[in-house]
């Protein structure tokens, strides 16, 4: 399973669980995160959202690798490419919708499309561990789902 779900009395723990690919979102995990946030938010023992990752990571990004083969086939005159991406910003930014507070306890690297995880949290616990890496420009990447707009929202203009 690509997320772990533990509740510690009103608080829902959400641990992304791929630690030897360091918790990459892959569009299986994208789509536990936005079940699990819809899960939350429709149990009313619920009171808050913890976000963390299985270590050494919090999360290493988008799995480029599926959105790479995606994007082949999105050449041949599809969207898949496309699609695929906006599945992957969902994740993120469904937790940035979510009306419950949301934490990430960051534990690791935070790269890419997870530093936008852990953006679109409320709060940003980082342990000694932690590092934030965009990345987006030297992987030749735009930074998107909202990263410029989410960073500037964290620590100011």
Same mark, same amino acid.
């Given at each position: 399973?690509?997320?772990?779900?533990? %509740?510690? @009395? !009103?608080?829902?723990?959400? #641990?992304?669980?791929?630690?030897? =690919?360091?918790?990459?979102?892959? *569009?299986?995990? +994208?789509?536990?995160?936005?079940?699990?946030?819809?899960?939350?938010?429709?149990?009313?023992?619920?009171?808050?959202?913890?976000?963390?990752?299985?270590?050494?990571?919090?999360?290493?990004?988008?799995?480029?690798?599926?959105?790479?083969?995606?994007?082949?086939?999105?050449?041949?005159?599809?969207? %898949?490419? @496309? !699609?695929?991406?906006?599945? #992957?910003?969902?994740?993120?930014? =469904?937790?940035?919708?979510?009306? *419950?507070?949301? +934490?990430?306890?960051?534990?690791?690297?935070?790269?890419?499309?997870?530093?936008?995880?852990?953006?679109?949290?409320?709060?940003?616990?980082?342990?000694?561990?932690?590092?934030?890496?965009?990345?987006?420009?030297?992987?030749?990447?735009?930074?998107?789902?909202?990263?410029?707009?989410?960073?500037?929202?964290?620590?100011?203009?």
């Amino acid at each position: 399973m690509p997320l772990r779900v533990e %509740d510690h @009395d !009103r608080v829902r723990l959400l #641990v992304l669980n791929d630690a030897p =690919r360091r918790n990459a979102l892959s *569009l299986e995990l +994208v789509e536990a995160i936005v079940d699990a946030c819809d899960a939350a938010e429709d149990d009313p023992g619920v009171a808050a959202l913890v976000l963390t990752g299985e270590p050494p990571a919090f999360c290493s990004g988008a799995d480029v690798s599926s959105l790479a083969s995606m994007s082949e086939r999105g050449a041949a005159g599809d969207a %898949d490419g @496309d !699609r695929g991406l906006r599945r #992957v910003y969902e994740g993120f930014l =469904r937790v940035l919708r979510s009306p *419950l507070p949301t +934490v990430a306890a960051v534990n690791g690297p935070a790269v890419g499309a997870g530093l936008n995880l852990a953006l679109a949290c409320d709060v940003r616990v980082a342990a000694v561990s932690a590092r934030f890496d965009s990345r987006f420009l030297s992987l030749g990447l735009h930074p998107g789902g909202g990263h410029t707009w989410l960073l500037e929202r964290a620590v100011g203009p």
